[in-house]
């Protein structure tokens, strides 16, 4: 029962969550929300652990297009960046905000990079393109993430001294082109680079939340070094080009480990 205990806790994790935010905000609708997901993503793992090929990518739509089509189109939500900096400016603790904290500030402690693994709706469709692992060498581009982040910053602050009238249709149509934009770069991206992981290397401002607080996470691949025979076949497959070898925190791209676990699944001596 050990290799069944990864995602019972992380539905226990989540259903913590549920209960807390559902009695605190006196909202049955966050019980259902973080249910939903916690069940979505433990059910991915599970399938991993049951050695079902598409394990992560039943997590990837359930999450992703639940989150996208139901919360994004149908309840008016944007769930983007812009969404989190207005609710943050309004001061009202509602679906993004908490989203962020849960998934994309606080979350990182127990589960790095998780989110962009399991639940990102960006990368659901980026991880269908041909180029599972990078073909092109790494680019020194990944300053434009702080230019996207400051972008999206400064959009929603002129905003809100500017007074402007109609603002959540605003940020609901700014949550429409704004995936639109990013679906488009990223697909760019993925075969100029031939890297489907290009947006989330170079773009994604989000990763700006994710990757210094990806460094503490809880959870790690690590590397059993009796066991390890260095026949380099877990970086030929990692997404992100993480050393997952070297069980030290400063590990090349350590911050950028989505938990996809293709390392795991490619070691010949299961020493991770």
């Known amino acids: ?36 997901i916690g069940i979505s993503i433990s059910l991915g793992i599970f399938l991993y652990v049951k050695k079902y090929k598409y394990a992560r990518r039943v997590a990837q739509l359930l999450v992703g297009l639940y989150m996208l089509v139901y919360l994004g189109l149908i309840c008016g ?36 990079r998780g989110w962009c693994g399991y639940a990102c709706w960006t990368a659901m469709v980026l991880d269908f393109l041909p180029y599972k692992v990078s073909k092109t060498p790494r680019k020194k581009i990944g300053w434009i993430r702080y230019v996207t982040f400051v972008v999206s910053f400064i959009f929603v602050s002129v905003l809100f001294l500017s007074h402007t009238s109609n603002l959540e249709k605003i940020m609901f149509w700014a949550f429409i082109i704004g995936n639109v934009m990013y679906y488009a770069v990223g697909i760019i991206l993925a075969f100029v680079f031939k890297d489907n992981r290009a947006f989330c290397k170079y773009i994604c401002p989000i990763t700006i939340f994710l990757k210094p607080i990806s460094y503490f996470s809880l959870l790690q691949i690590k590397c059993d070094k009796s066991k390890c025979i260095s026949c380099g076949k877990c970086k030929n497959v990692c997404p992100m080009e993480v050393d997952v070898t070297d069980n030290s925190r400063k590990r090349k791209n350590g911050t950028e480990c989505i938990l996809c676990f293709e390392c795991v699944k490619n070691c010949p001596k299961n020493a991770l």
Request: glycine share 6%.
């Open 1 to 36: 029962m050990k290799k069944y205990f990864l995602p019972f806790i992380m539905l226990v994790i989540f259903e913590t969550v549920a209960v807390t935010l559902w009695l605190t905000q006196n909202n049955i609708f966050y019980l259902f929300n973080f249910s939903y």
């Open 77 to 112: 939500e944007n769930m983007q960046i812009e969404g989190f900096w207005y609710y943050l400016f309004t001061g009202v603790f509602e679906a993004a905000t908490i989203h962020y904290a849960v998934a994309k500030i606080f979350g990182p402690l127990l589960f790095g």
